[in-house]
């Protein structure tokens, strides 16, 4: 009988994949938070047959090329900007990854960021909690007066499955919606999605949210042009990756009332530092990186991911594979 495969996982997953994964391979998990580290993960990579990473391991050229004995490489994500794809494919080694299961949770997530940041929501409730709510000011007629949904313009930049997702929901809300990918979708012309050029997206809308992978062309695609030709009360809610938008821009935009506010679930450098202008910034409302953060959709990203993974590793097609030219080649 042939050795199983040896497989690095760099985390625990939620459910039971890595224990169905462990009846098939002779998998080593790293056991704490935060994953291996790029010295670890490099030492422990050499050994693998198979690698299963998250989005916060660098999957770089030097690493997969000090791998001779890698087959297959799958990510617990959707993004795969973490791993260099064109080096994997080079070594003939697919690489799996996670898009649909993680569609509707993400799509709830920028609609919580974008009621959130219109109807000022934390905001409220630190004045709240911060004893502000007395007597005196128990109703009054301006207080934390927000923006409204119904009648507005949604733009969504980016209209795969998650865009198409944030506009069946903006449907619902009554809202005008406006997009821009690179090609078009049917689907979101389907949906009621006006497609038209980015630069008519931006000035028309109310609420832009951000839906593209990034990309060496998705790379500060709203940077500060971009963003000075939003109206001056437009809200920025980026789910998608840091890297999408300029960071220094978009803090300068705030600061200086250019921009309404900005609801972000994503940063050019994660954890976001202490130090970041955003932190201090009233208009603006934060979350962890939480776009698929819910019990159902990271049990069914470990299974795919798991799925993808042994695919790989037996030589059978991936169910996602984000370099299929390996397999194709094959
Ligand atoms: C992804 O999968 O790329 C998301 O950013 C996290 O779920």
Known sequence: MSELPRVYATRHLPGGALGR???????????EPGGPGPEVLA??????????????????????????RLRAIS??????????????????????????VLTEATADLAWALLLAAARRIPEAERWLRDGSWIPKLRWEPDLLLG??????????????AIGCAVARRARGFGMRILGWSRSLHPE????????????????????????????????????AGALARMKPDAVLINTARGGVVDERAL??????????????DVFEEEPLPTSSPLLELPNVVLAPHLGSATFETR????????????????????????????????
């Open 251 to 264: 803090v300068e935009a705030l600061r200086s009332g250019r921009l309404g506010g900005a609801a972000l």
């Open 299 to 330: 049990a069914r990203m470990a299974d795919l991911a798991v799925e993808n993974l042994l695919a790989g590793l037996e030589g059978r097609p991936m169910a996602h594979c984000a370099n299929p030219e390996v397999e194709e080649r094959r």
């Open 147 to 160: 923006r409204e949904l119904h009648g507005a313009t949604l733009g969504i930049i980016g209209l795969g």
């Open 21 to 31: 994964l462990g009846e098939r391979t002779r998998l080593d998990v790293w056991p």
């Open 75 to 100: 990510s617990v994500s959707v993004g795969v900007d973490h791993i260099d794809l064109a080096a994997a494919g080079a070594s003939g080694i697919p690489v799996g990854y996670t898009p649909g």
């Open 43 to 68: 030492r422990a990579a050499r050994e693998a047959d198979g690698l299963l990473c998250l989005l916060t391991d660098r999957v770089d050229a030097p690493l997969i090329a000090a791998c001779p």
């Open 188 to 223: 979101a012309s389907e949906l009621g999605v006006e497609q038209t050029r980015l630069e008519r997206v931006l000035a028309e809308a109310d609420f832009v949210s951000v839906h593209v992978a990034l990309a060496a062309e998705t790379r500060s695609l709203l940077d």
